[in-house]
């Protein structure tokens, strides 16, 4: 075990050595990866701190019913027997405006004023405004209700505002897989970068590998350092990617506040939680030492 330790600890200074032997050329390859992988960590950023918006704004609270234009008071009656009845477990409430009144309450408006002096007749229908329960918002629901309620014969059409939540959903939803196939091209771009450094590193050190083959040093020996110099090009590119990523979202943070806010929405720019940030930075790691690996099991290095 001691053994093992003492191996590890001789690859990882020798991949130290390695990193500060070449700073320009080792810092360079850092850079272009830290900006690979700030893309997607402020793309993941952005779209964890818009996630509340879909999560916790109701579908809806209140939805409007039209009323056929030949609907008696008696079938009104009926029908608002029929909402404390049978629909008492969605409905909180109801209130009815004639179509009188809304004709009032648009003429009331001075941009509506002229529009409306030139009608004959009031082209409006009556309707019920209903105040919907809290504890029934589910998406389904809602959509049985809306179902329901269009099957009643004196329901002219049903008016729910819910299809911008929904086209927000899906806007997440695409956002969320774009974000996710373009992790896996900046995955693919760490492989790529990874890669040919240890090919480089491999031809500056041939003559120094074909001498410890000589003297008896094993594949694993010869490769280990070289793993060790993919990882920590990994790692110090993650942790510059979240520097960047960082103050990126510092910078904006104040204006994408502003823009929430004048939209009547509390949201600020956040970053990942520090277990996901954990978990990204480890993964970046392995993906950096197993291209190391591919390279240097590809076509050995004391082989060049």
């Known amino acids: 075990m001691i053994r093992w ?28 990866l830290a900006l690979a992988l700030a893309v997607p960590f402020i793309g993941w950023s952005l779209l964890l701190s818009t996630q509340p918006l879909a ?5 809806a609270t209140e939805m409007t019913l039209f009323l056929q234009a030949d609907t008696s008071s ?21 209130e009815f405006i ?13 941009s509506w004023d002229q529009a409306l002096s030139v009608l004959e007749e009031n082209p409006l229908p009556d309707a019920y405004v209903l105040q919907l329960n809290d504890q029934n918002q ?16 004196t329901v002219e059409q049903v008016l729910l505002d819910i299809d911008w939540l929904q086209k927000l959903e899906t806007l997440l939803e695409f956002a969320r897989q774009a974000l ?33 083959r000589l003297v008896g040093a094993t594949e694993d020996f010869v490769r ?44 600020s720019l956040h970053m990942p939680d520090v277990l996901s940030i954990i978990l990204a930075l480890a993964l970046v790691v392995i993906v950096a030492a197993l291209a190391a690996r591919w390279s240097v099991n590809r076509r050995p290095a004391y082989q060049l």
Not at 74 to 94: A, I
Not at 186 to 204: C, E, S, Y
Not at 248 to 256: E, H, M, V
């Open 5 to 32: 330790l003492r191996q590890h600890r001789y690859a990882l200074r020798v991949a130290i050595i390695r990193l500060a032997t070449r700073p320009l050329s080792s810092l360079a390859n850092i850079i272009v």
């Open 55 to 59: 999560q916790h704004i109701p579908i």
């Open 74 to 94: 008696e079938q009104r009656l009926m029908l608002e027997e029929q909402l404390e009845t049978e629909f008492g477990q969605w409905v909180e409430g109801f």
């Open 98 to 110: 004639s179509r009188d009144q809304a004709l009032n309450s648009l003429k009331d408006n001075p």
């Open 138 to 153: 589910a998406e389904k629901s809602i959509s049985d209700l809306v179902s329901s309620l269009e099957a009643i014969p």
């Open 180 to 212: 996710l196939f373009l992790s896996l091209g900046v995955i693919l771009i760490v492989i790529g970068t990874v890669f040919n450094t240890i090919r480089l590193q491999a031809l500056n050190h041939q003559e120094e590998i074909a001498v410890a």
């Open 224 to 267: 280990r350092p070289f793993l060790y110099f993919g990882a920590l090009i990994g790692f110090f590119a993650s942790l510059l990617a979240l520097l960047m990523g960082g103050l990126a979202l510092g910078l904006f943070s104040d204006t994408f506040a502003r823009i929430a806010a004048s939209y009547h929405i509390n949201l």
